[in-house]
């Protein structure tokens, strides 16, 4: 299907049987247009060889990230109907011009390979592969932002949960003190510093993600309510919640273990000297 | 006329499992310059009742009068100045501020009640004077003993002059030997002419006060 | 000794667990700084980067800069712009998109940019410029950007054959011989556009004869001219043109291309707010809990309530303003990667930086972490406010 570089809506009274178009939701919503309603196109302001075409559907456009700014006013006709409307009377190959043809490869065969194939056969034109690669792909971008920005708010939460274990082995130094000298070993009281460590890390990151899922909700329907559009903004998926998970669990061991490791460390007597 | 007078209070505490009558219909008059000790078992309300009079705590009936001011019609804050200037308080676990050392433990209830630096200087060193630690006015409360540490907190609660000094088992941390220079600290400082209240197990301490008074059950006994 | 002394002098007794407070407040300091940078920066660049292209005002057709269609008898307009008494210099620009061939290499899609003026800065990095007595001579002389001639193997002297496609014109255009004269740096060019920039000459040699209308004109004022008459002198010209100042064009930028960096902008810099005060909120709480005895105790001996908050206030004031203090350098250091993340972005031009410093950012910062800071202290200081002397002392004494 062609592109269309501009049309111009007009609402008239029926003439003939027009041909069938679907509008965009959002156009639908701003022409206030409706199921069965007749409208002319046309490509310029002065409505110069418009056409009449009745609506036969409303849908929606399949949402964009890259343009979920933009007003999604659209409407899809038939090719030959958009071929009328678009081509140059002056140039007889305007009607056998289209701006991109969009192809579907049998199974197996690589876009990349076919491509630099066709190329090659037919110069002057450029073809290429929907899907972006890695170096063109503005999501892979902010992906790797995204995860800078994890690693620092990780960093920032560890300097947390390191305070927070500093004061708990403070509260507990006696408590330790006395539990070495009745015979409990390092290795055990690691042990349990460790564990609590986990269970805070373990406790705190489910609650994160508990929080994450029930905010998914509320921020995709903010933005979606802000931008008009169907785009998912945000998806919490078991993979992240795993990642979330597997990544608190060692650095909260290790807070516990950090915490308290200059205290288990001190000789038992030297624990009750304040 | 009583420096402090407790007429008929009693002291509820409501709790889960039901309320806990901590003290029952206690009368008491404290007099100028006068030294009472208090004892009694464990959990008999003798520290309940020393919160009352040291204006830590208000009863749940009864009334409560210091230097003739009903101390129940009173505001926190106004409490609070009671404790400040005409009440010194000594704690059983001392509560000396870790970080501060004790000549700044004495200093700071005379920076709240609003002296100058200078008076609160010359203050402390009297003071720390007065309790044998001149030496030790840097010293932070961990490179003190324990009895080093009352000592202190005693020099604290005097810093503003009170009327009365009260006293939580104050000997209830140390050995007997320590104890008995605290105890005698507690004379000096009657002797000045404060108020002395004072609640001990400690029969030593105890025997040392111009009037003992016994509790059980949260009842004054004969 | 003042609250702010007895504050401190908590802080250096909890060495530890003060030093981390302030790590944590510093590195989530760090990223609410560079939130603030982000949430104008791109913007801040982008006008910065108009500016310094020397022009101050574009003219385009009737259908918006979004549209780029080309200008009906530019020539004439670009002669009455030039006329005009503000007006200092004139250029006129077209873009089409091209095809390059170079010998041996499969055909590669580029933009071809036909500009009015030789002599128009382009950063010259290897070879001449379109101005040079060489270039003048040539048909077709044409600079070519760094990705360009990588992606070719091009070096100037170099030999390349330009197809331009323009859309909606369905008739094949020939191919015209061009000779690669240098390697340039564009303002606007991505880290991987690939560009060539040429004469109008060669233009409209490649458009197939018959001159070429530009698609944009690039305007700037003389200096000392009022702003803004410029533009509006060349808006009357013409009922069908749209003219846009540089402010203008930030602006549109600002409706239309920026929306992610904004909302990201404002999420991560609420979320970093949220965090810190929890951070600070919560270490504050424990600490108190663990100094109830202590507090108890100076309430009993008569220490009020105002220089207990004051106290406290002045605690949470010394982790986030340390923790601030040290966010700026560390914000800064850590703008620079998260910029070199960004800048990977494609499409984005080579100059442009997504955190760029302003000093409003920096007072923003100021106050969040000011209210930050007071709204931390707010539970604790209710806490100690609440807190029953007589049945904290009874506790700390049994436990």
Known sequence: ?274 | MPLVEARDVSRVFPMPAGPVVALRNVSLAVDAGEYVAITGPSGCGKSTLLHLIGCVDTPSSGSLLFERRDTSQLSEAERGRLRLTRIGFVFQRFFLLPMLSAAENVELPQAEAGATASERRARTRELLDYVGLADRADHLPSQLSGGEMQRVAIARALANRPALLVADEPTGELDDETGEHVAALFDRVNAGGTAVLVVTHNPALAARASRRLAMKSGRLVE | ?399
């Open chain 3, 1 to 399: 000794m003042t609250s702010f002394a007895l504050a401190w002098r908590t802080a250096k007794r909890y060495r530890a667990r003060t030093l981390l407070a302030i790590a944590g407040v510093a590195v989530i300091g760090a990223l609410l700084f560079d939130m603030l940078l982000l949430s104008r920066g791109l913007l801040l660049s982008f006008a910065d980067l108009l500016d310094s292209s020397g022009f101050d005002i574009r003219v385009v057709s009737g259908e918006g800069l979004a549209a780029r269609l080309p200008i009906a008898d530019s020539a004439r307009l670009a002669d009455d712009i030039r006329r005009l008494p503000d007006v200092e210099h004139v250029l006129m620009i077209r873009i089409e998109p091209a095809t390059v061939l170079a010998t041996g290499k499969p055909p590669r899609g580029i933009s071809l940019i036909g500009s009015s003026d030789a002599e128009q800065s382009w950063r010259i990095v290897k070879g001449s410029s379109l101005g040079s007595p060489a270039a003048a001579a040539e048909a077709c002389p044409v600079l070519v950007t760094r990705p360009l001639a990588a992606a070719l193997g091009l070096t100037p002297g170099d030999s390349v054959s330009i197809n331009v496609r323009p859309p909606g014109v369905a008739s094949a255009l020939p191919a015209v011989a061009c000779r690669i004269f240098g390697i340039a740096d564009f303002a606007f060019a991505t880290n991987d556009e690939l560009t060539a920039v040429t004469t109008m000459e060669a233009f409209r040699q490649a458009m197939g004869g018959g001159q070429p209308d530009a698609d944009l004109v690039l305007v700037s004022s003389k200096p000392g001219a009022p702003p803004g008459r410029a533009l509006r002198a060349i808006a009357g010209l013409r009922t069908s043109l749209r003219a846009y100042s540089n402010e203008d064009v930030v602006a549109q930028f600002n409706r239309n291309g920026f929306a992610y960096f904004r909302q990201i902008s404002l999420v991560l810099s609420s979320l970093t707010m949220v965090f810190a005060f929890l951070l600070v909120a919560t270490l504050l709480t424990v600490s108190i809990n663990q100094r109830l005895g202590e507090i108890a105790a100076l309430r009993a001996l008569g220490i009020g309530r105002p220089r207990i908050a004051s106290m406290l206030l002045w605690e949470s004031a010394l982790l986030v303003g340390g923790g601030g203090l040290l966010a700026l350098p560390l914000g800064q250091l850590l703008a620079l990667v998260l910029d070199r993340i960004l800048r990977q972005m494609p499409g984005i031009p080579e100059r442009m930086h997504f955190f760029v410093f302003e000093p409003r950012a920096l007072a923003i910062h100021l106050v969040l972490l000011m209210f930050t800071a007071a709204a931390a202290a707010v539970y604790p200081v209710w806490l100690t406010a609440r807190l029953p002397i007589a049945d904290t002392l009874r506790r700390e004494v049994l436990g």
């Open chain 1, 1 to 274: 299907m062609a592109a269309l570089a501009l049309l111009v809506l007009l609402t008239v009274p029926l003439s003939a049987d027009p041909p069938a178009i679907l509008v965009s939701r959002q156009l639908a919503a701003r022409a206030r247009l409706a199921v069965g309603d007749v409208v002319t196109l046309a490509v310029d302001a002065g409505g110069t060889r418009g056409r009449q075409f009745r609506i036969t559907g409303i849908y929606e456009p399949t949402p964009d990230p890259m343009r979920f700014t933009a007003d999604r006013l659209e409407a899809r006709l038939h090719l030959p109907d958009v071929l009328d409307l678009t081509a140059d009377p002056a140039d007889p190959a305007s009607r056998e011009a289209v701006s991109a043809i969009n192809l579907e490869l049998a199974g197996g065969a690589k876009p990349n390979l076919f491509a630099s194939d066709l190329m090659a056969q037919a110069p002057g034109i450029v073809v290429r592969p929907t899907a972006r690669s890695a170096t063109d792909d503005p999501f892979v971008v902010l992906d790797r932002f995204h995860v800078a920005i994890s690693v620092v708010t990780m960093v920032a939460g560890t300097a947390f949960l390191l305070a927070l274990m500093v004061i708990r082995a403070e509260e507990r130094r006696e408590t330790v003190g006395i539990l070495r000298l009745v015979g409990i070993s390092r290795r055990t009281l690691l042990a349990s510093v460790a564990i609590e460590g986990l269970v805070v890390a373990a406790i705190g990151a489910a609650f994160g993600i508990l929080l994450a899922y029930v905010s998914e909700g509320l921020v995709n329907r903010v933005f979606q309510a802000r931008y008009d559009t169907a785009l998912v903004f945000v998806r919490v998926t078991p993979s992240i919640a795993l990642r979330a998970i597997v990544v608190a669990a060692p650095l909260g061991i290790l807070a516990g273990i950090g915490a308290s490791w200059t205290l288990l460390r001190r000789e038992v007597l030297t624990i009750f000297h304040r």
